[in-house]
Each structure stands twice: as C-alpha cells, then as structure tokens.
C-alpha cells in the first residue's frame, strides 16, 4: 500500500510539472503584450517598458520558464495583471466560495444521485426507472448557463422564495461579522455558531447549487444505477437471493458497496468538472468564486491570473483523484491489492 | 529420430508480471516425446508457456533455442519451428476462421487453408465462418490447423481440451498424436499428460517440485504433493477420494511451499529443499525417500 | 487564528460621533451601487487609471469638477481661478478650512505636493498635466502654475484621473486607508467578495452633513445585468450603470425603480487605414462611411447609443450639431464603382477588427457586414481582445478598426491630439492619418481653447469637416448613452459625462 | 405426495422460446444424492436454478415443490422463506458467488439474522468447525480466501442455516483434485449425520459414480438417460452415455 | 472481471447489439435523425434568408409570420435555429472525429506497446486531462482568434485523452489475449497486429463513448460561445445565440429559450442514444 502510494504520489507530480510546463506554453502563446494588459489601454511607451521589465518578458524563453518555476516553487504564482494583487492571495479568496457551491452541489449529487439511482435498479425497466433515466438523461444534457437563468427567474425574481443572488447577505457583515478560520463561510459560520450567516448563505447557496448539482447527480444515478444492475446480475447476487435475501436488501447492502467503486471515481472526475462549470453559474448568481474571477481574468487577458486558476484547478483535480483512488481502497477491498 | 529436434530448454529462469515473481528458477528441457506441465492452479504453467514462447521476457535465466537465447535467436526462424496452441479463445471473434489461418501463410500461400482444415478433420467449407459459429472442438482444431501452418517442428500447448467435453476432448487428444511434432502440454488431466508426454514436470507455486518420466512419475510419486494429485483423482466406480482433512489455502512463504499442506512435514522443511536425484528423477523434497514406497 | 469579516471586529458604535442629527429623519439605509466588474485594483490617487473611479471620485477631490450643465469646470477645492499670459498661467484660489481624512489640512503646499507626486508617478494618466512646467503655493490659499504651453488647465484639473488631491503622507495602496478631502471613506474593502466595497461617511467633510444624505454605500458587484436588474426590482440594490435597452425600457414602466437617461463622452470610432490597402483609396473610405446604417444601428440600440454628430459629443467644447451622417447606399455603390468595385466589378475584401464581447461594436458588425455582401463587399470581422487589436493595429494589419474613444479630462482636444495627428509610430492613431494641415490645426487647439474659445470653437468645426468628410478618416456612428436604473426613493441623481459611471453619492438624499 | 425434499415433474426451462431443460422427473429424498451429468450447455445449471426459482429471464413450465413449497406460484415471501433456510444453493464458482466488498462473516451473520437463528455467534462458528475451517476466515473478504475455503464457506453457510436440501452446482470443476477431495468429503459427511440431501452438478463422471445414487444425464437440454448412478454407469443404455464413458482417458 | 464481461468486449458489435433495442436508445436515435435532417435541411426548410437583419422588426415576439419570433438584429429565430444546428452538429462530428483518430490511435499503441512507450503516452494524457477542459479551450481560444474552427481545435485538444484511455485500456486487454499471442507468434508484425486484431476490438467501447460525447461537446461549444470565446457574429450558432440572447432572458424569452431548447433536445439524444447503446453493451463503463 505504502510503495503503491509512492507511485501514485510520484505519478501526480509528474502530471503537475507537466500542466505546469503546458501552463507556461499557453500564457507565451496568447497574442497581445500582457504589459499591455498591464499598464492599460492608453498606456504609453515608457509605460509599456517598464511593465515589460517588470515580468521579465525581454528575458529569453527558457529563463522565464525557470523563474515562473522557481517563482511557483517559493509560492510566488506572479501578480494579477488585472487586480494587482499577488494571484495567489486573490485565490486564496475565490477559491474557498468554488469549494463551498461545488462542494454543496457534489453533496447534493450524491444525496440524491446514489438513492435515486438504487431506485432505478430495484424498479428496472418499470416506471421509477424510466423517470430516474430520463430525469438524470435532462439533467446532464441542459446547458448550465440557461438552467441558472430560468431558476433565478422562477424561483428568487418570480416567485421570491429564494434570494436571487450573492454568497450571504452583506447586510449581516454589520451585525454579526464572521470570523474567518477556513475562509469557506459556511464551515466558517458554523464553527463558530454563527447562526444568521450560517443561514444566510445556506438560503443563497440553494439555487446555484442546484444548478451546479444537476450534471453530478444525473451522471451519479445514471452510474450508480448501471453499477448496481451489473452487481445484481452477478453470480454473487444469486447466492444472496438462494439466501433469502429481498431485492432491495441485495441492492443496498450486498451490491452497493462494490458498486461505489465505480461511482466514487467518477466523483473525482465531476470535481473538476464541476468547478469548471460552475464559472458559468457563478457569474449569474454573483457567486464571488474562482468562475468569476477566471472569467475576468480571461476577458482582461490577465495571463498570470489564468494560469493560477488553470494550476489550481489541475492541482485539484490531481488531488481529487488521489483521494478517490485512496478512498476506493476502503470502499472495495478488492482495489487494496490491486 | 530422423527429424531434427527443436532444442527449446529454459534455463534457470525466473518470470513474473511487473516486479512480482511468480515462477522461479526453473529449469526444463523440451525433449522427444513429449514433455508435460502440470501443477495447481496458479502454478505459473502458463506463465512459463508464454516464456517459451518469447511473449514474457525472463527476469533471470535463459531461454535457449538451439545454442542461443530467445534474445539473440533469429525470431523468423524460431516463430516457424515453435508455435502454440491455447484455448479456442486464440481466434480473433471479428476474423472468419479462413482469415485466421490465412495469417499465418505468406500470401501466396493462401490457397493451402483448405488443406490445413482437411488435416485437422474440417470441412474447408468452415473457412468462411467466424468463431462463435463453430463448436468448441471445432474451433480448437481451427487453432491447430493455424499452428501447422507455418510447419513448426514444436507445439507448445496450454490446457488444449479442457473447455471441451470429454468425447470432444478424446478426438482432439487423437489428432495431437497423430502430428509429428514435439510438443510441451500444458494440462491439469493426469490421464491426458500420461497419454501424450513421456517426461512431465510437476509445479508447485512456482517450482518444479517433481520432474521425471510420466509413467514412473505418476505410478510411484516421489513428491508428497505428486502423490496428493495421484491420490486424489477419482475412478470410475472406486471409492470416494480420501479427504485429508486441513489443507491450507496459500503456500507457506519460507522454507518448502508445501509444507503447510504436507503430512510428513518436519522442522528440517523450515529450509526450502533444493532439487535432487531420487530414483532418476529431479525432487525438491527432505523426504522423498519416505514418499517413495 | 481567525480574521474578522466584516466590521473589522469592533462592533459599530450605537451613536456615530457626529452627535444626534440636526432635526429631520436620519437615513440610516446603505445605498447600493451595482457595478458590472471589481471596483478597486488601483488605490493609489496617483495612478488609479480604472473602474474604481465610481469610488474615488467620492473620497477624493480636484481643485475643480466640470459642471456637465454648463460645460464647464465648477468650483470644488479651488473657489476661484484665474489665467494669465495667453494661458500659460494658471493661478487658483483655494477652499479654507478643508481636512484629508488623515486629519492633516488641505492648503496649497499639500495641493503641491500632491500634483508633484502625481506627476513623478507616472502612472495612469499623469500625463494630463504635462503642459506645466512649475508649481508655486504663494501662500497657504494660493497655487500658482506656469505653463509650457498654453492649456485649460481648469478642465486638466477636473479629469476624473489623476487631479485628486491628496495627503502624500497618507496614501496607502492596500485599501485601508485613505487620504483624501472628499465626503466618504473606506469601511470595509476584500477584493473578490460580492460586496467588495463600502464606504462611510467622513464626518469632517467641509460640506457638512444633512440627515436625508446616505452615511454609507456599498459597492456589490454583478457581472449579469439580468441579475442586477432583478435585485433592483427587489430593493437589494440602488443603482445599475447600465441595462440593456430591453431592461430599460421595463424598467420605465417599473414602479419602483426610476430611470435616467444621458448621452456619454464616449464615442465609437470606426477608422478606415489611410495609409495602405484598398481604403487608401478615399472613395472607398466615402463609400464605407455611407453604407453603415447609422439609424438601423441607433434603433437596434435602442437608446443605449445615439446617432453621433462629428467626432465631439454633445456637452464638449467643439461638438458641432447638424453632422449627423446618413447611410446612402446608392451613392456608395456609386463611389465604390468609381473606385472599381461593387456588384457587377471586382469583390472587395476588406479586414475588420473589433474589441471581443462587446455587444454593441458586435451590432455594427454584424450590420455592417450583411449591407456590404449587398455591394460585393466580404467583411472579414475579427472580434478581438484590446491588447491583441492594439498590437496588430500598431503594425498596420487592418483595414477597418473599431474602438471607443474618450477624454481623461473634460475636453475635445484628446481626440484630435491622440486620434488623427500624424505620428511615426502610430498609438491611437489607427487611421494611419499624415496630413501637415491638420496637424498644425490640432498644435493650436489648447492655446486657443484657453484664450479664445470662439476661435476655439470654428476651428473643431473645421477640423471635423477636414477629417470626416474630405478625408473620410472615421466614421462615427453613434455616442454611447447611459441608461441609469435607479430605485425610486433616491432623490438628487445626476449624470455626469465628465466622469463615467460616476454617482456622487454626496448628492444623494432618500426620500422617505 | 411422495415425501422427496425434491419433486420435479414436467420442469421445462425455456430463454426466449428455446428449451434449454426439460427434465420429466426429478427426485431427491432425505440423505440421498442425485447427479446430473452431461455436456457442457446442456442445462444443467439451468435446471439447478429453476428448482429454486432463481432464473432470469426464463420462462418455466411444469411443477416443483422444494421441500413442500410449490417454487413456481409461490409468494415471494414465501419462497424467501425457503430459500436459504430450508434449501440452499451451492453455486458453480466460489469466489463470484460471495459479495467481493462484504467479509464472509458479515454475509454469514446477515443471513443467520434474516431467517431469525438464534445464538448467531454460537450457530456461526459451530458450522466453521464443521467444515473444518479457521473461524479467523470470517474476518476475510472473499478475495482473500482460496477457492476450497470459499465453497466450504457456502456449504458452512448452508448448515449454519440448518438447510435440509443442498444443490451444488460443479462445485469443483476448477478446483486441483487435492482440493476437491476435501470438499467432497464434508458432503458425504453430513448426508450421513444429517440426512441432507443432495442435488449435485458436474460433468466429471468419475467423481459422480464416487459419490452419487443416482444419476441423470442431459444432452442439449433433455434428460437422455437417467438411474442408480452404479448401474447407468456400467451398463449405459444411451449412446450418449456410452459415448461418454469411452472418452474417459 | 467476470467472464462475461470479457465476452462481451470480444464479441463483434453485431452481435452483442440487443436484439430488441432499448426503447429509450431507439427514441434517442429516432431525436438525433430528426435534428439532422432539420440541420441538413435547412436551406429549404428555413422561412427566411439566414443572415438578413431587419433592425426595425427586431424582438418580435414569436407569431404567425415568425414561429420562434425575431433577434435583437430582427432575424428569424427559427431559420438561425435551422442553421445553427448545422454548425453545432458540425462541430460535434468534427471534434469527436480529429479527437477519436488522434485519442485512440495514441491509445491503442500505448495499450498494445506498454511499458515506457505506454507510460509516456499516459503521462502526456494525464497532464491534458488535469488541464481542465474549458481553461484550455479558452485559452486557446484566445491565440487563435475566436471562431467555429478555434471551437473545434479547442475542444478536440482537452477530448482525445479521454479516447486515448478507454483505448488504452481496452487495447491492454485486449494485447493479452490468446489470440494477440497467437498472431505474435505467427510473426505478424506489430502494426499489422494493432491494426487488424487490437483495433477493431477496442472500437466497441469508444462508439458507446462517442455517441454520449456528442452532448457534451455541443454543451462545450455552447458554453465557449456563451463565454464570448466560440463561433462568432454573423455565424448562426446555438450557444451563441443564447449568448447574446441571455440578458433578455426577462423580457423576450423567446431569443434565449429555443436555441437553449435545441441544445437542451441535441444533447439529450445524443446521451440517450449513448446510455442505451452503453446499457446494451457494457453497464459498467465510466462516464465523464
Ligand atoms: N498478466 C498477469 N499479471 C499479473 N499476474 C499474473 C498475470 N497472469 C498470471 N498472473 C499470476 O501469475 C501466477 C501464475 O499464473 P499462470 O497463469 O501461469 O498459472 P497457471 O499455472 O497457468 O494456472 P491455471 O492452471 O489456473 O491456468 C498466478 O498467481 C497469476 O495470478
Ligand atoms: N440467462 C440466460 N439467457 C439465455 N440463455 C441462457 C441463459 N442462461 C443459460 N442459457 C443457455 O441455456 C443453455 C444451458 O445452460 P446451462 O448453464 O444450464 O448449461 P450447463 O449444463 O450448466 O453447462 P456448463 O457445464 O457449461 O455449466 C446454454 O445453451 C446457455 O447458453
Ligand atoms: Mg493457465
Ligand atoms: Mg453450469
């Protein structure tokens, strides 16, 4: 376990120097002068050099390449062309309000993907199949952007049940201010019982969330029940059925253990995606995440800026499948010794 | 022998997937008239089959073809002299069987694939069909036929009948006799490697435990794990085989494999034995004298 | 350890310091601005050269502000000017009495130093005050320049760049303090938050404060202008810099929300390469100016543009009424025939290039290109991003370049010194313009604006003509509109040109 | 009623209007063992599942009663009942037929409580020493245990459950005849204590005459001969069987 | 593995097709037609000229004369939904083509070759799959200038690596077969053996994967010309038109919600089609 962990370690780093290198290849290919990002839109010449200096862009290809290593080494992943500020910090802010609308959404894709696909599996082929199928079949197939649209406008602009955007409402900054341990504010809120908002953002978090959610929870009940009905019908099922054992008992305690194998690595892979996606959703319900500021960043041309959206992206998604690969180990001990 | 003889020995070879080992140091030479594998599930048969081959490289040891190792060898010669005979799942499912055989010949040779079929017992009207729509006997002799067509002087064949039922089995066994060729086989059948080698080999976990001509081999076992085979296969109208009792579900990780499962086993059997000469035959055992009736 | 959120940890005091209000009802509600990007990337008055102008312009000051009512600059710190010697000496009498939020008080050394700073920086728009040569503080009231050139220097000294005036000892480029005069300071600022801004009353602002006057602002960001328009409806916001026509238009009949409506300084430009290429011919450049639908194009906009005349929008020195261009196809097939192409001639393949995501230059395009398919014309249309446009239009690449323009400070002048005078290695000047007369006329403009400004006047008027319609340099279609939303309850909204999406919030009072 | 734990009369199994098995009678009284033998695809398996009501897809015709419930137009309840309980499945390939992420005690316990046996702990490891196998096995995924300790596992399960009726199917095709040997001895054993019966599956004729009392031999779905296993066995009647005795090597 | 599966991978599709096909695939299938047909049709279905902006009957509600009513430019919303299903479907034939070639063809040499040649391929195949899609598409899209071709680069760039490990994996399994063994020893040499035995086998698993790409890919581009990065004015393109649609989303929902529509029903086929082909061949295959 410990040398295949090794392995694994090994290999990820090797994929993080190459999205690193790849990163850097793409920030040089982008057209336009990233001093011109810089120093603006009526920049003048002199401007213009003293940017250029400043990023070192008259160095040779090879040096840069060096520096921005060595830079991202001692944790210097450059400054903001746009908001001048160390990308890093301006990560550090956006980063935990992705990881707490994709970490919600992933939550309710699981809540509600897993069961809802067990039920497919206990009813194949019956009517709770067929809707759990073509439900999760719509779910995966409506672009993010338009769903966020419509949502916001039934439910938070027609119908007010929902606010219709932001994290939490500002207003509570006043009145009872957060302290600030993970910089996620719900676990910050909770943690420190932060109660109005503890709510507040759990109010706000519902439609984004949802959103973000239909892609996981469609592809997790498509999975989970396309892993059960393989499990069922393996020889080991009919022995729990020669057992005595009820359908329903052998999807949920016998077939879906082995089942998750599936489904858990799937969840790496709906991480990253997710995250992604959630760039589009954000902007609609002023989500103040990573999606927001990428999307800046992209239309400012503010190259470091993509490029650490883009590292901590892969980074996380290199992690994410580590995890998994490592939770996959508990969940079918089978993988242990693979 | 008129024949010239396909010298194919495996010298002190180590093989394994990945770092793991799984047959280690084993020494066989493929000689006249046949030489049988046989050994439980997981031995490492296949594995050494697939050596012989050149599909696995040794991790230590030699192959040798001839005076060279499979290395060095000419390769176009040797996939002439040698080829193997797996289970029927060695047709590609997408190829009609013609197509499969024709693979084999040079192109202008294709016009012998009706030939070959008719030398295995076929109707070369088959030659149009893919595999799943022939009977697994059927199929095996497809393979076979495949083998003999680029005219090798050495078969290598692993577990060739036992996907078959026994009177298809009884055909295929005929067939492979009447061929003049050497062969190694592959077979966890104690009647079929008595039928068709004259020298067999016995593996445990990766070690020839037993090696010795066939009939004496089986008639009196010198291993304790050769003489549990024997013992254990059941006769037509005999007696039920006799349980012994525990057996253990993995070899032992020091010292003798078998040891776990053996009766005789003692405190000199915490030493792994090295193979010896009893009776004229190879025995990795402290105690095969007392194996020996 | 954990960092507060929010009121910095101190909860706010129950009476603010300035003691119980002076009759009225207190507005203890926030106004909420709803800008469409971050706000603040550059705190330094110096430099900032960029959105967070709808913050600075409420903490800090200038010695003047234009008034957009009579066009021209109003008293702010400064109460008086006056200019001297054809213009190059300015001398401006200034506020008593005034103190920078550090609590240091405002006079003509702090006002020299600051300009000083500024223009060592060299940052942003600093380059506004080139034309002076020398600072002087006569006494504690009194700030003298002299200038190298002639130049209004009281307009210079109303740009929303670069002119604020500051305590030097107190700038701080992190955002926790600030060093202005002006009415408002920093509460709270975490970039990248939905409410990345607020700001608080200063209570020692020289103005004073009435109860009705909003004592605090936040700046909550929404890139969606549906979104924004929604949280509008819904009270969550005040003010929206801009809608969509659409939007715009329901928001008319909303009853909640008013609306405001006023043309900008901002114009688009669409300038055709003199220099090289098939519009070097300049029937083809009449042709292309006469084939844009300038009133398709104002009506698809739908009031977010309006028809332009010449090259100075309305509300500047030089804007000339009665130049509004009209689309004529029939005289462009004609001009285009002449010149050898059109639908039974040769095709004419012409390259464009445009800023990305943005949707009105995206309109024109859009019925640009399908008019001139008509006359054998192919668009080849490039929506591209500034940085990339700039550089290809630096090097000449382009037939057709489509950008905005606007003045720093609130004058004409910018876009005949930057546009269209001659230059060896064009900036701005993307219609590759060479012309010796024109270039003379453009030296004299400051001088004349400064000392005569009816002569000022006719010369715009003549350089428009030159430029527009002998050289057929540009076309211009239409001056950008702003289309304000704002909640119903706000009293005392003004636009003002002179600073884009300004509100000063200063002015505001609720209504109740 | 005849008072066989097994009763099959006119059982024909069909996938998608092709019969795959079509047993006339089939009987399996208390302590007795019956074999069917036959080649591979014959239908073997498929009768074994039918008796049981654990086909897929499969139309069913004919009557079955497994220690007097009628399989075919039983409850499910009841046939839940049965199931495990009272007739237990030994199934073809050790290792598939255990859940690979639930250890073999777990399957065990889970079982002993659905059919409410008491003294679970007591009942589990008494079955575990009946069949000779380390109580520590139970704490093992089935991964982790050899293909023997597995199919003793399934047996053990079948007496922990207390069943009367134990159908086996090829329980040792894959196993090294060492192996088998053992298995086959812990079956015999408990035909003699406890009267179990016994339906077994395999196509080894050798192993069957060993062990069985008798013997039906199938050939492409139909039972081609059938009787005591001594006598069909030295004196075939069907060429079939002849055939398949003279290829014995 | 059980055997079954293994069975399965080997059968030619032909024959593991279920005899009757699943209602739901057939349904998907009979979806994606209809879309074709209208996107190759279009010229003759669509009621108006494709790029015929009319600025004074823009935002026309849908009617009589316009089914889906009018642009923000006053064009027929139906005839650009016509049209624009030509360029999205074009776009997903083309990306999943240039990917499927270079993915699989990587794939399948990594598989078959293993050892350092596999873990080069799968090491350069990890580092794009980490490289999340829409960044690099964006980026991308940034260098080569907006527009459908950029589209389709962008997007076939971050999809070959998924084809290159289904390949992979299939082309392992299937190079450890007898049968891969026997042609090796016949002599057959490696290309020849890649080409005729391990390809035609590994192929099965990435048709299933490609017909459920198609949705994503459509969504992909949507999402890119949502982002202002994908086809450009005056291309007729269902994102695109969502896009420039989305602020009138409140008032003039009809600009927005067909081509949403579209996307919506090209995806949801595309994804049937390729669940039921999955469910029918192997239910145990990941999706994305
Ligand atoms: N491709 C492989 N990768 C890793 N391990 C393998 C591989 N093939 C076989 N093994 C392992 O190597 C050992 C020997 O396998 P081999 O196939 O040689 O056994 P065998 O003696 O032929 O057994 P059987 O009689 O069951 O065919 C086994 O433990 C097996 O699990
Ligand atoms: N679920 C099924 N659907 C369709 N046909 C089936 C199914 N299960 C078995 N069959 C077919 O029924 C026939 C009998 O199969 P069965 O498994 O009973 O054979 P068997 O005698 O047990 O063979 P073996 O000795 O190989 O185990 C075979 O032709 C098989 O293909
Ligand atoms: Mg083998
Ligand atoms: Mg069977």
Known sequence: MLRYLARRLGQALLVVAGVVVLTFAVMRLVPGDPAVAFAGPKATPEQLAEARARFGLDDPLPAQLFTYVRDLMTGDWGVSLRTRQPVRDDLYLAFPASLELVGTALLIAVVLGIPLGVLAARYKTKFPDFGVRFGSMLAVSVPVFWLALALQTIFASNLGWFPIAGEYDSALDTTSPLTLWTNITVVDALITGNWPIFTSTLEHLVLPALVVAAYPTGVIAQMTRAALIEESGQDHARLERALGFGETSILTRFALRPALGPVLSLIALVFAYAIVNGFLVEAVFNWPGLGRYAAESIRSLDTPAIAGVTLLVALVYVLANLVVDILQGFVDPRARTR | MTMPRAELRADRVTLGYGRRPVVHDVSIDITEGGVGLIGESGSGKTTLARAFLGLLSPISGNIWYGDQTLKKADMRKFRKDVQPVFQAEALDPRMRVGASIAEALPRAARSRVPDLLERVGLDPALAVRRPHELSGGQRQRVVIARALAVGPRLLILDEPTSALDVTVQARVLDLLVSLETERLLITHNLAVVERLCRTSHVLFAGRVVESGPTSDLLANPAHPYTRALRDAVPKLGGEPPEAKGRTEAVPAATGCAFRLRCPLAGPECEVAPEPRDVQGRQVACHRAEDVLT | ?512 | MTGHLIEARDLRVSYGGRVVADVPRLDVGAGECVAIVGESGSGKSTTLLSLLGLTQNAEISGQVRVCGVDVLTAAPRALRELRGARAALVMQSPHAALSPATRLGVLMRRALKLHGVKDVADTMARAMDAVLLDRELLRRYPHEVSGGQAQRFAIALAIALGAEVILADEPTSALDVTVQAEVVGVLRRLRAERGLALLLVSHDLALVSTIADRVLVMKDGAVVESGPAAEVLAEPSHPYTRELLEALP | MTTETQTQETQPLRRTLPRVPDRFAAFGAVLIVVVVLAAVLAPWLAPYPVDDPRPLERLLPPSGAHWFGTDQVGRDVLTRILYGGRTSLFIAVAVLAVSAVAGVTLGVVAGYAGGWIRDVIMRVTDVFLAFPALLLSLALAVVLQPGVNTVILAIAVTWWPWYTRLAASMAASIATRPYVDAARCLGVPAPLIILRHVLPNSLTPVLVQLSLDAGGVILTSAALSYLGLGAQEPTAEWGLMVQQGQTLFTTNWWVVTFPGLAILVTAFAFNVLGEGLRNALDPRRAVK
Do not use: C
């Not at chain 3, 909860?11 to 709803?34: E, I, K, L, M």
């Not at chain 3, 390469?273 to 084939?291: C, F, H, I, S, Y």
């Open chain 3, 1 to 512: 350890g954990g960092q507060v959120r929010g009121a910095g940890g101190t909860p706010q005091p129950q009476t603010s310091g300035s003691g119980s209000p002076a009759g009225g009802q207190a507005n203890d509600s926030t106004f909420v601005y709803a800008p469409n990007h971050d706000v603040v990337t550059d705190w330094d008055p110096a430099t900032s050269y960029s959105n967070e102008i709808i913050a600075l312009s409420n903490i800090y000051e200038g010695l003047t502000r234009y008034d957009s009512e009579t066009h021209e600059a109003a008293p702010r710190l400064a109460t008086e000017w006056t200019s001297a010697k054809d213009g190059k000496e300015w001398t401006f009498k200034l506020r008593q009495g005034v103190k920078f939020h550090s609590g240091a008080t405002f006079d003509a050394t702090a006002a020299k130093k600051a300009i000083e700073r500024t223009i060592d920086k060299k940052g942003g728009a600093a380059y506004i005050w080139d034309p002076v040569d020398k600072i002087e503080a006569v006494d504690a009231s009194t700030l003298k320049f002299t200038l190298k050139y002639a130049a209004p220097l009281d307009l210079v000294a109303a740009s929303g760049y670069a002119a604020w005036m500051y305590d030097v000892d107190a700038v701080d480029a992190d955002g926790k303090k600030t060093a202005g005069t002006g009415p408002y300071t920093i509460d709270t600022w975490q970039k990248g938050k939905e409410t990345e801004l607020t700001l608080k009353a200063f209570e020692d602002y020289w103005g004073g404060w009435k109860p009705a006057q909003y004592k605090k602002v936040a700046f909550r960001v929404t890139p969606e202008i549906t979104t924004a328009w929604q949280l509008l409806q819904k009270g969550e916001v005040n003010f929206v810099e801009r809608l969509n026509p659409q939007l715009f238009e329901q928001a008319q009949t909303t009853e909640s929300v008013r609306t405001a409506e006023s043309p900008s300084f901002q114009n688009l430009l669409v300038l055709f390469n003199t220099a090289a290429g098939p519009t070097e011919d300049v029937k083809v450049r009449q042709a292309l100016q006469l084939a844009i639908d300038y009133d398709g194009l104002a009506a698809a906009l739908e009031g977010a543009g309006q028809k332009a005349s010449g090259l100075v929008p309305q509300g500047l020195v030089g804007h000339v009424s009665g130049m509004e261009p009209k689309q004529d196809l029939a005289k462009a097939q004609a001009l285009l025939a002449e010149a050898g192409y059109g639908p039974d001639l040769k095709e004419l393949k012409l390259s464009l290039t445009y800023g990305i995501g943005d949707e009105d230059q995206k309109l024109l395009v859009t019925l640009l290109s399908s008019t001139l398919s008509k006359l054998n014309v192919t668009l080849q249309a490039k929506p591209m991003n500034w940085s990339a446009q700039w550089d290809l239009g630096k090097k000449g690449g382009q037939d057709v370049f489509v950008m905005y323009w606007y003045p720093d400070y609130p004058d004409a002048y910018s876009w005949f010194l930057n546009v269209f005078k001659s230059a060896d290695k064009p900036q701005f000047n993307l219609s590759y313009l060479k012309n010796a007369e024109i270039d003379a006329a453009i030296d004299k403009l400051p001088e004349l604006t400064a000392t005569d400004r009816m002569a000022a006047v006719e010369e715009y008027e003549t350089l428009q003509q030159k430029i527009i319609q002998e050289q057929a340099a540009v076309a211009v279609p239409y001056v950008q509109k702003y289309q304000r939303a704002l909640s119903s309850d706000v009293q005392g909204y003004k636009d003002n040109a002179a600073y884009p999406n300004v509100v000063f919030f200063y002015d505001l009072t609720r209504a109740s």
